[in-house]
């Protein structure tokens, strides 16, 4: 008969092995979804569009990362036309998504979160940046009106957002 530390042993044991053998075969729901409409490639990136679930800007970077990618980042005009295509060609135009941009840490400079540098393009909807009540800290992107696929400073802490998540093509993280 076996001694009740010995059998704490093995209960400790085996759940050792199921927390670890779980948390090795864990792949995300998102990613499970790998075909899902919300996906496309630009340029060397992988976008997944969210329109599942809004969130503020610190959960919407957690959540990427937590999928092997970053928040997005915008380089240039005509990345920024294919994503605002995207969200176009799939009804989200009343949609508005996060950016990994942020000047949280210096005023007036706004830099990519996600890969640390400096923004150099930036399509700001008119009239923006407000900086409204100095509390506007993060940037979104959308469709506003007839401006076209533009960006707008807001709260950080707003939850009402949606967000766009991105990757490199190679994709390692992501079992492409």
């Known amino acids: 008969m076996m001694s009740l530390k010995a059998i704490l042993g093995v209960i400790f044991l085996c759940t050792c092995i199921v927390y670890v053998k779980t948390q090795e075969e864990f792949v995300s729901p998102v990613l499970n979804t790998r075909k899902?409409?919300?996906w496309f490639?630009?340029?060397?990136?992988?976008?997944?569009?969210?329109s599942i679930f809004q969130t503020n800007?610190?959960?919407?970077?957690?959540?990427?990362?937590?999928?092997?990618m970053q928040l997005l980042?915008?380089?240039?005009?005509?990345?920024?036309e294919r994503i605002g295509k995207f969200v176009k060609?799939?009804?989200y135009l009343h949609n508005r998504f996060w950016t990994s941009a942020t000047n949280l840490a210096t005023a007036n400079k706004w830099v990519w979160l996600s890969t640390g540098y400096d923004i150099?393009?930036?399509?700001?909807?008119?009239?923006?940046?407000?900086?409204?009540?100095n509390?506007?800290?993060?940037?979104?992107?959308?469709?506003?009106?007839?401006a076209g696929f533009t960006w707008n400073d807001l709260e950080c802490s707003r939850t009402d957002k949606f967000f766009i998540c991105e990757a490199t093509s190679d994709c390692h993280n992501l079992h492409c």
């Open 36 to 38: 899902n409409v919300n």
């Open 41 to 50: 490639n630009y340029l060397g990136k992988t976008y997944y569009v969210d």
């Open 57 to 68: 800007f610190y959960r919407a970077m957690q959540f990427c990362r937590q999928q092997g």
């Open 73 to 80: 980042s915008i380089n240039s005009e005509a990345e920024n």
């Open 89 to 91: 060609d799939k009804g």
């Open 120 to 133: 150099t393009f930036f399509k700001w909807y008119p009239g923006e940046p407000n900086k409204h009540n």
């Open 135 to 146: 509390t506007e800290n993060c940037i979104e992107v959308g469709w506003f009106g007839t």
